[in-house]
């Protein structure tokens, strides 16, 4: 019995370790499974009616916008490309949203009718598909999606090629426009061909149809009353806020004091730069090479000055040496001179030649093949037959085996360095004459080229030059850090840091509203915004930062002064606030005017009066509040003071006759352009959900 009392005693305390252990799995299994939840939930960038979008997809995006800016000669930054992509992906799925509720779609028909057929303005605006003159070519267009279907099809052979590859995945943002485009449209127009005039609107309309009025007219604007003559307490600025409450719906944004110190290089990097540029110059003196003059500029000078191995024009040089290039013999080298933030020297490579701008050629194109000499007695073949009479349309319709074959070798205008890949093309067709035939091979491939034209020749010259900017060193940078650091450390809170700025010489800049997905703070020149608008949504009001935010030319301190969350702004808000007492100032200085002016005719309102003719109630430009008045009014009336939208007026009708030209509602053509211009207040019901601010 004692030992059968034990083990009961003991169950309870095994049932407890297994209640415990299957706890710990249940708990375990729910832990797991809530990671994964969390971890999925923190990949993604956002929802837009319930699309979601993971981080890999989003960069698949910015891949595509970047190489679609890059292949349109685009210069956008990251910031830019990232919010492109998600403003795509909102629209994309906003219109998709919009046209399956009311099952509309886009067919395959109409793509190829606005891309083949009628080809979109998304198209002719790309310069991708645009010719040497700058205008929409079919025939370009045509050539790329032949390209591009060749690139599908052919996908594992072509996957190394980058720039095919740029291209082809840049057109596919276009596509995606082109959808928006069309669904957009289409929306438009059923909105617009759905909607009808409302009987007032019919009758008001054919009441006043055939109308048309002259009326003199005297007005007071609000600005000519002085404000001094007028008080407008806090409480009437609030009460006027409620009523007006929605003109200020607003996201969440913070509010920032920032100083910014932007670092300059001092005496010691200005002789610095001049050092290096001194430097080079005497290198230039040294070296005869060609190739080794241009190696030195590229390795030596700043990249927005680049030395290319060509003849250039005087509008291709530097404006800084141009006279220089054209005037100095070969060899020569320009003494080393300050231009702004540069020190630049240069060294002319050649003599002064006559060349034409462009030539335009056609082209024959073998790619090689597994026996090297097959090729080349290919081409030679079709270079002797060419040369006894062959037609080279003919043989490049035949032989060509790039796009060029689809065009019978027409390839177009080509400026020197622009076909480098094959050395002497410059030399040869920049030197010959209209119809002359050469032929040319590089490692891998042969090319048959006939020169076409040419424009008529100017004068060119070969200089290498090296630009060395003047730019802050590492010691340099340092002691504006060190400024900015003991600033923080005398200034702790937000008063001191606002108020103890001047006697620094240094300004405390308030920036306001700056919105969680903000890449630049508005009006403002910080470099690198970003980190700056990532600390303000992480901090209370009257926080200051810990220390300096460093970009390569700045220093930033900041502190934050305001916090607004997603609703309304709130009137202690200076801009609620001056609007509403606005408002009301308005109401007061209109209803003081109405009252000087109830008892008066009309020449005693104002010394001016002015004569209006032919107002016409379809085509109005006045204030509606007067147009209003009169419509309502008969020949020789005259109306009691009118409060307008800028200020009150008094009108005496002086004649009505009948209008010169039909009258018609403007409704649908409104409605229509309402709808274009409705895409933010879309965007605003939309079910959105963005996290990039935890991204980027």
Not at 144 to 151: E, I, S, V
Not at 349 to 360: A, E
Not at 531 to 555: L, M, R
């Amino acid at each position: 019995m004692a030992a059968l009392e034990k083990i009961r005693k003991q169950g309870k305390i095994v049932l407890g370790i297994v209640f415990v252990a299957l706890l710990a799995f249940v708990v375990g299994d729910f832990l797991s499974n809530s990671s994964a939840i969390i971890n999925s939930s923190r990949d993604q960038i956002g929802t837009v009616c319930g699309k979601k979008m993971t981080s890999a997809e989003f960069q698949k995006s910015i891949s595509a916008f970047t190489s679609f800016n890059k292949i349109e000669g685009n210069n956008v930054g990251d910031a830019e490309v990232r919010n492109e992509a998600w403003q795509t992906f909102i629209i994309t799925n906003m219109l998709e949203d919009r046209m399956n509720k009311i099952g509309m779609s886009i067919s395959p028909d109409e793509l190829e009718y606005m891309t083949k057929v009628n080809p979109h303005r998304e198209l002719r605006n790309l310069q991708i598909l645009k010719d040497e003159n700058g205008n929409f070519s079919p025939q370009r267009l045509e050539n790329l999606l032949r390209t591009f279907k060749q690139f599908e099809e052919d996908s594992e052979e072509n996957a190394n090629n980058e720039y095919i590859k740029d291209i082809y995945n840049g057109w596919l943002c276009v596509e995606n426009k082109l959808v928006n485009s069309l669904a957009y449209e289409k929306l438009v127009t059923l909105t617009a061909s759905a909607s009808r005039a409302p009987k007032a609107e019919k009758d008001l309309i054919a009441k006043y149809a055939g109308e048309q009025v002259d009326f003199a007219c005297a007005f007071k604007p609000y600005f000519m009353m002085p404000d001094s003559a007028f008080v407008v307490t806090d409480e009437e600025g609030r009460a006027e806020y409620e009523k007006i409450k929605n003109t200020f719906k607003t996201d969440k944004f913070r509010s920032i004091k920032a100083i910014v110190f932007d670092v300059r290089p001092d005496a010691a990097d200005s002789a610095d730069a001049r050092d290096r540029a001194l430097d080079n110059e005497a290198e230039f003196k040294k070296i005869n090479d060609l190739d080794e003059a241009y190696l030195l500029a590229s390795q030596e000078s700043d990249p927005n000055f680049i030395s290319r191995n060509v003849y250039m024009k005087s509008d291709d040089i530097d404006y800084a040496l141009r006279e220089f290039a054209f005037a100095a013999k070969k060899d020569s080298v320009i003494p080393t001179f300050a231009d702004g933030l540069f020190y630049k020297t240069a060294k002319v490579l050649s003599d002064v030649v006559s060349h034409p701008d462009s030539v335009k050629i056609s082209l024959i194109y073998l790619a090689k093949t597994k026996k090297e000499d097959d090729t080349k007695k290919k081409a030679d073949s079709i270079f002797g037959a060419i040369m006894q009479g062959a037609s080279f349309a003919d043989m490049a319709e035949k032989f060509s085996m790039d796009n060029s074959q689809r065009n019978k070798g027409e390839f177009g205008w080509l400026r020197e360095g622009m076909f480098g890949r094959f050395k002497d093309f410059d030399d040869i067709a920049f030197n010959g004459k209209v119809g002359q035939v050469f032929q040319l091979a590089d490692k891998d491939d042969q090319i048959i080229v006939k020169i076409d034209s040419m424009t008529a020749p100017i004068k060119k010259v070969k200089i290498a030059e090296v630009a060395i900017k003047v730019e802050a060193s590492s010691d340099t940078y340092r002691k504006y850090y060190e400024k900015a650091s003991k600033y923080l450390s005398e200034n702790h809170t937000l008063e001191d840091f606002s108020n103890n700025a001047s006697a620094q010489g240094l300004i405390a800049y308030e920036y306001s509203p700056i919105f969680e997905n903000d890449y630049q703070i508005r009006n403002s020149n910080i470099e690198n915004a970003r980190k700056v608008v990532s600390w303000a949504f992480n901090h209370e009001v009257g926080d200051i930062t810990s220390q300096p935010f460093e970009f390569s030319n700045q220093c930033v301190i900041a502190a934050l002064t305001g916090i607004v969350e997603k609703g309304f702004l709130p009137y202690s808000y200076s801009y609620a606030n001056d609007y509403s007492k606005r408002k009301v100032m308005e109401e007061k200085k209109a209803q003081a005017t109405i009252e000087e002016w109830k008892d008066k005719d009309l020449a005693a309102c104002s010394d001016r009066i002015d004569t209006v003719k032919d107002a016409r109630f379809d085509v109005n430009i006045q204030d509606p509040a007067v147009l209003a008045s009169i419509y309502s009014l008969g020949v020789g009336e005259t109306s009691a003071p009118i409060k307008g939208l800028s200020g009150v007026y008094k009108v005496k009708v002086l004649d009505k006759k009948p209008a010169e030209g039909p009258v018609t509602s403007n409704q649908r053509r409104e409605l229509e352009m309402m709808f274009r211009q409705s895409m933010g207040v879309l965007i605003d019901k939309t079910d959105i959900v963005d996290n990039r601010s935890t991204f980027y």
